[in-house]
C-alpha cells in the first residue's frame, strides 16, 4: 500500500495509485491487508491508533503471531484465505492483541481477493473497541486471574494423554514457562501491577500457542503448555512453539506507570522411551527449566539424557544432604586473611566441606547449588555461622594459639531472602557470646543486585546488630555502583578471576587498580581473593590493596590444622599443621 506523497490531492502530478494511498492512510477505520502465507502487507494509521502496532512493526510479520488470537487457520481471516472465492465480504468480531498485550474486540468487514500466492484479505475494523478480562468459569479447574487451566486440569489432562500415547514415544511434550526476576517485577510495579503483567502474558501465550492443546497457569509466574503430535514430532511443533512464545515476549507490557520487559526460562520435556508417568515429564520439563536458569535465563532447554544423568546426580546429592547434618558429615575449613601492609593475620573465612561417606571430601561447588535450590541452604548456612562463630569464640579465649580478628561467613541469596535471618544472627551471637564486631558476612555481588531493593533492607538489619557486611566476588557478576553506595558496606572482596590475570593479561594491573580506588573511595577495605604467586602479591601491594588471601598464605585447612602468628613473614606459609 506504499506510495508516493509528493503532489496534493486533486492536482495534476497525483496518480491514482497516490489518491487511493492517501484514501487509506485517512480512512476512520483500521485498514489491514494479509496475504496467503498470513503475513501482514497493508496497515494505515487508523489501525496503528487502534492496536498500538506501528506499521514498521507490523508489516512483515505473521498475524497469528502479533494480531489474532488463537489458531491462524480457524480464525475468519484464515478460513477466508484458504477460500477460493472473488471478491467475498463477511461481517465477523475479531479478537485481536494489542501491542501491549491485552486483547481488543473489534467489528470488522474482511474482503478476500485474489486467488492462489496471490490471495488477500483485507479488513476494515471498526474504531469501537473495548478491553476484555478473560472471566475463568468457577469450576476449581481454571486459574481466576488469567483464565487459563490450572495445575489440576493440566495434570488431569496430560494424565489421560500420557495413557493414550503410551505406543508413540515423542507424541507428547511438556512446555514450563517460569518468568525471569518475577520477584524483582513485583516489587517495582506491586502486586496489581505484577498482576496485570501475568494476565498479559496469558493473553499473549494463548494465542502463541494456537493448536496447541492446552495452556494452563502452574501457579506463581509459572505457566504450562501441552504439545500432542501423533506421529512422535511432538518436540518439532514445541520447538516452533517456544519461538513463538519467545517472539510474544519480546514486546513489553505496559502498566501504570510504564513498560515492564518481560524473559523467561522454559523447559521442554519429550515422552521418549520408558516415559510414561505424567509426574515424571512434569519434573523433567522442571528439570529442564531449571537448566535455562542455570544457564543465565531468557533461554530454552530441551531435557535430554545427559540432563537426566545430571538430575539424577542432583537427586541424590539433595537426599544425601539431608542426612549430611544430622550425620556430622559437613565439616568447617578455615583459610586466613592476611593484612599486606604488616603481614599479619587479620581474620580467617569459614569455608564449608562435606565429608560423604561413600564420596569422599565434597568440595561446595558440588553441592552448594543443590542446597540453594531445595532450600537446605537456610538450617546449612544457620549450622555453618553458629559452628564458626564458636570456633573463632574458642580461639579468642586461648590467647594467641589461634587467629584473632574476625571471621568470614558466606550468605547465600536464599539465605537473605529468608525472613528469619536476622534473627537467626543475632541469636547465634547471643549464644556463641561472639562480640558483632567479629563476624563478617559475605554476600555475592549477584546474590545482592538480584534483588537489590529487598538486600539493601536485609543488610541495614544485619548492620543495626553491629556486624561486618563484605561483597563477595566483585566484578563477577553485573555491578551497580549506585547501589553499591547505598550498601552499609565495609569490605570488598576482589573476584580471583581478575587476581590471577596479573601480570598475565595487560590490562589486569589497571583494572585491579580501578576496583581498589573506586572501594577506597566509599571507605571499604579491600581483600584480594586466589593469590597464589609473589608475583601477584607484589602488584596487589603496589596497588595498595589492604587484604589478601590465597594458597600463596594457606590452603584451607580444619581448625585443629590451622595455626596462625601474629606478625609472620607473607609468603612464608602462614599456616602449618599442629
Keep these: 500500500m506504499d506510495g508516493a506523497t509528493g503532489a496534493p490531492p486533486g492536482s495534476s502530478g497525483a496518480t491514482a495509485e497516490d489518491r487511493l494511498e492517501r484514501l487509506i492512510a485517512a480512512w476512520p477505520d483500521g485498514i489491514v491487508e494479509i496475504d496467503r502465507r498470513g503475513t501482514v502487507v497493508g496497515w494505515n494509521a487508523a489501525a496503528e491508533g487502534l492496536l498500538g502496532w506501528s506499521r514498521a512493526q507490523v508489516v512483515g510479520t505473521f498475524a497469528g503471531e502479533t494480531l489474532l488470537f488463537g489458531a491462524f487457520a480457524h480464525t475468519p481471516v484464515g478460513l477466508l484465505l484458504a477460500g477460493d472465492g472473488r471478491g467475498e465480504a463477511v461481517d465477523v468480531q475479531l479478537d485481536l492483541r494489542h501491542r501491549d498485550g491485552h486483547l481488543v474486540r473489534a467489528r470488522a468487514r474482511l474482503v478476500a481477493s485474489g486467488a492462489g500466492r496471490g490471495r488477500t484479505v483485507s479488513g476494515f475494523l471498526r474504531p ?14 481454571h486459574d481466576r486471574l488469567t483464565g487459563l487451566a490450572n495445575g489440576i486440569l493440566f495434570g488431569t489432562t496430560l494424565a489421560q494423554a500420557v495413557e493414550e500415547s503410551a505406543a508413540t514415544p515423542g507424541s507428547l511434550a511438556v512446555v514450563l514457562l517460569d518468568l525471569d526476576r518475577f520477584t524483582a517485577i513485583n516489587s517495582s510495579v506491586g502486586h496489581a501491577g505484577g498482576d496485570a503483567v501475568l494476565t498479559a502474558l496469558a493473553r499473549r501465550l494463548a494465542a502463541a500457542t494456537g493448536e496447541v492443546d492446552l495452556v494452563a ?60 508417568d505424567p509426574d515424571v515429564l512434569l519434573a523433567h520439563a522442571e528439570g529442564a527449566m531449571e537448566q535455562a536458569k542455570r544457564r543465565g535465563g531468557s533461554r530454552v532447554e530441551t531435557f535430554g539424557e ?52 561413600d564420596r569422599g571430601l565434597v568440595p561446595p561447588n558440588r553441592f552448594i547449588a543443590v542446597a540453594e535450590e531445595s532450600g537446605l541452604i537456610v538450617p546449612i548456612g544457620a549450622w555453618v555461622l553458629e559452628q564458626a562463630c564458636h570456633q573463632l569464640r574458642a580461639w579468642h579465649a586461648r590467647g594467641p594459639v589461634g587467629p584473632r580478628g574476625s571471621v568470614e561467613v558466606n550468605l547465600s541469596a536464599r539465605q537473605i531472602d529468608d525472613p528469619e535471618i536476622v534473627r537467626t544472627v543475632e541469636s547465634i551471637l547471643t549464644r556463641t557470646g561472639l562480640p558483632p564486631e567479629c563476624l563478617t558476612l559475605e554476600i555475592t555481588e549477584s546474590a545482592l543486585m538480584r534483588d537489590a531493593g529487598a538486600a539493601l533492607v536485609v543488610l541495614r538489619a544485619l548492620k543495626e546488630l553491629g556486624v561486618l557486611l563484605a561483597i563477595d566476588d566483585f566484578g563477577a557478576g553485573y555491578s551497580s555502583l549506585s547501589y553499591l553506595q547505598r550498601f552499609p558496606l565495609d569490605i570488598l572482596k576482589i573476584d580471583r578471576m581478575f587476581v590471577e590475570e596479573l601480570g598475565v593479561r595487560s590490562g589486569a ?34 596497588l595498595g590493596c589492604d587484604l589478601a588471601q590465597g594458597f600463596l598464605f594457606s590452603h584451607p585447612l580444619p581448625a585443629a590444622e590451622l595455626r596462625v602468628g601474629v606478625g609472620v613473614g607473607v609468603g612464608s606459609g602462614l599456616a602449618a599443621s599442629a
Design 128 to 141: 469501537a473497541v473495548e478491553r476484555v478480562r478473560v472471566a475463568a468459569p468457577d469450576d476449581g479447574l
Design 509 to 542: 594491573r589497571e583494572i585491579v587498580a580501578a576496583v581498589i580506588n573506586l572501594a577506597h573511595a566509599l571507605r571499604l577495605q579491600v581483600v584480594a581473593e586466589g593469590v597464589e604467586t609473589e608475583r601477584q602479591l607484589a602488584v596487589l601491594q603496589s
Design 217 to 276: 497457569r502452574r501457579g506463581g509466574d509459572q505457566f504450562l503448555a501441552l504439545v500432542r503430535e501423533p506421529y512422535g514430532a511432538a518436540g518439532l511443533r514445541a520447538a516452533a512453539l517456544t519461538d513463538r512464545i519467545r517472539l510474544a515476549l519480546a514486546q513489553p507490557v505496559a502498566v501504570e506507570g510504564g513498560e515492564v520487559f518481560l524473559a523467561a526460562s522454559i523447559g521442554v520435556a519429550l515422552n521418549t522411551f520408558g516415559v510414561d
Design 306 to 357: 545427559s540432563l537426566r544423568i545430571q538430575v539424577l546426580d542432583r537427586m541424590a546429592t539433595e537426599h544425601s544432604l539431608h542426612r549430611a547434618l544430622e550425620r556430622r558429615e559437613l565439616m568447617l575449613h578455615y583459610q586466613p586473611v592476611v593484612e599486606l601492609a604488616g603481614s599479619r593475620t587479620v581474620g580467617v573465612e569459614a569455608l564449608i566441606r562435606w565429608d560423604h561417606p
